[in-house]
């Protein structure tokens, strides 16, 4: 059974893509607030169900970037505020009175802000999320939450996903991270092909994610259940249950204008649903009065839909015809078998041929039956300089039959995630594929295999493969090292209480080294960082009951991942780290001067165009007035020197952009150094560093953080 709009509409503008939020904002009924061109917010209210509505508009004077609606003072009643995020402010609007609640200024920027508890805190937070960092403010404008993350961020959601009585924060970024936040703490971090795009909550412990490449899927806490790809974009996600089951529904809208729900575990379409046009965004809340929770659907052409839950019963509401469906599954069963019945029967003829003599084995594709596939991967520095280093993944069959083809799928390493590889004839037997994973993550790879008999041969047998390529894939091994070989001078380095037996483990299932180690009473390995041609020095030297370890290394960030992952293999949670990156420190205060008289320039500039606007307006008067005496002469006068002085003032308005954006890249700069420097450490450790951090860059306390990036 079909699920039809229950209720239709077209506004009078166009709405802008992700900018669509439903809220409360008289305290009773829901209200539409959409984000059309020109800056401006259109608010709509309809009257019930039928066609009877009220609209307004707010318009701002910046470009918008993101929306939410909550209630930010719970001493205020149900009435729900309107949130704006720009790209230096973040403006509070109660639509209602009409009137700001605040207008915070967020140098960063407001690119993603959600309203509601988070972790500990005790009141409601507008938490903003901008070029790395996360803020926090409460009901007048206090910054009671700040912590740092990887790159610009793109989604974010509130929502109890631990299930431990409090809200974690979900952050989508453009590193192509999912991140989990306990307050400023990270406990979980997924990988993903592409920037994060839109993030939901479903239940309980699952939430879903869209990325920018068309990617739709998932995640149960860190452990993905699915994804689908398409090639459209996904442009709103929502949870709602659509087919009245008791359980909610993945809604995602696209950019060709469809909506489908899909099953949280599985993925199966339950419905789709095709709109006139790409989807601006997807709402869940009572919108006409029925009193239930429907499920609106906007477009960037303003054409709206309502969708009531289905009272069917059935799982999927796909307008389908199940008995033709059968008919159609059981054909394609019937060919199917008939197919493998040919290939037996063939298979059968030519051994019967063979056998008698009629034909010889090489006339035929039959391989042995003991044929297998063998599958290698070795890291490569080539000699050439201009062939940039790689994986090599080598694959070969144990006799003389030929790899005709592979195909090899990998996320994030292929545009489209597959490879097709054809052997030529100076490789015959096997084939060389060349691997360059951009990032230190884990990457499984799954190979088909197409061999034949001979390279003449048309009837191939496939064999499917797969293997893994560790986290620190991209990294020669040295097994043995010159003595005269200059070390890095920055290093991390800790005591745990671990045995190294723990520490070699951890070292094998994470490096490609082609013969485990683990025999040595010391550790000391030495090892070239393929994308950067670094040096890299891994030592561990036990003491009684425990390890002292030290990364060797002059990038911050390697050293890092490095930390985090042997931290997350040995399930730790507090340790004492000694780090030493004093050109890392130099960058930092090099930076913090710059963010410095970039603001000097900024508030150089606003007070440049304050007294431009008062040279206007006289001019204005003057002009007009002279226009009313007659006097032309002046007139023309006044209006050639309001064009001059409206000039500049459109010319000092390019000059703050350019400082706007550079002052945000800069900071930007700063907090990776920040992010990076909290990643050398865990635990209380990890916040003192984010702590830190914080007052080096509002405060300029630079000195305070050396602490953190030079030892003693």
Known sequence: ???????????????????????????????????????????????????SSSANALTLKDSIKCLSAGTIDPSGGSRDLLFIGTQSHLQIYDIHDNADVFFQQVTEGVDVVRVGKLGRVPEPLAVCGGQCTLQGFNKTGDELYWTITGDTISSMILCPILQNGRNQLIVGSEDFDIRIFEDDEIVMEMKETAVVSGLVHLSGTRFGYSLENGTVGVYDKNNRLWRIKSKNQPLALAAYDLNGDGEVELIAGWSSGKVDARDP???????KHTMGSAVAGIVVGDYTGSGKDELICC????????????????????DTNSGQDTVRNLQQKKNNLEMERNNYQLNAQMSAKIKSGVISPGEVSVIPADTEVLAELTPVLPQNPEIAPYIQLSMEPNNDVVIKAVVVFAEGIFPGESHVCHPTAANSRGALIPLRPPSNTVVDLHMKVFVGQNRSSSQLHVFELSRQLPKFSMFLYHPEVPSDIELPK????????????????????????GEPVNDEPEMNAHFTYLRTGGLLVIKCKPERMTSKLTFMTDDIELAGDLVQSLFEFIALSE???????????????HLLDQVDNLYEARNRLTSEVADNSNIIKSLIIKAEDSRLLGDWKNMKSSYSELYTVNQGLVNSYKVRCDNQNELLATLKLVNQIIQRTANLRIGQQRSRVIEFGRAAVKESRVNQFEQFLVAK
């Not at 709206?304 to 799982?315: C, D, L, R, T, W």
């Not at 920055?490 to 080294?513: H, K, P």
């Not at 780090?579 to 205060?589: E, G, I, Q, R, Y």
Request: glycine share 8%.
């Open 575 to 589: 340790a004492e780290c000694e780090a030493h990156f004093p050109h890392v420190l130099h960058n930092l205060k």
């Open 299 to 318: 477009t960037v052409e303003g054409e709206i839909n309502v969708f009531h839950q289905s009272e069917a019963g059935s799982k999927s509401l796909l």
């Open 490 to 513: 920055c290093y991390v380095s800790f005591v745990i209480n671990e045995r190294i037996n723990r520490i070699y483990m951890w070292f094998n299932n994470n490096f490609l080294l």
């Open 265 to 271: 575990t599985t993925g199966e379409v339950l419905f």
């Open 1 to 51: 059974m079909s699920v039809k709009p229950a209720f239709s509409f077209k506004l009078d503008h166009k709405v802008l893509p992700r900018l669509v939020v439903l809220g409360k904002f008289d305290g009773c009924k829901n209200s539409l607030a959409l984000a059309t061109v020109g800056g401006k917010v259109f608010v709509h209210t309809p009257g019930g169900s039928s066609s």
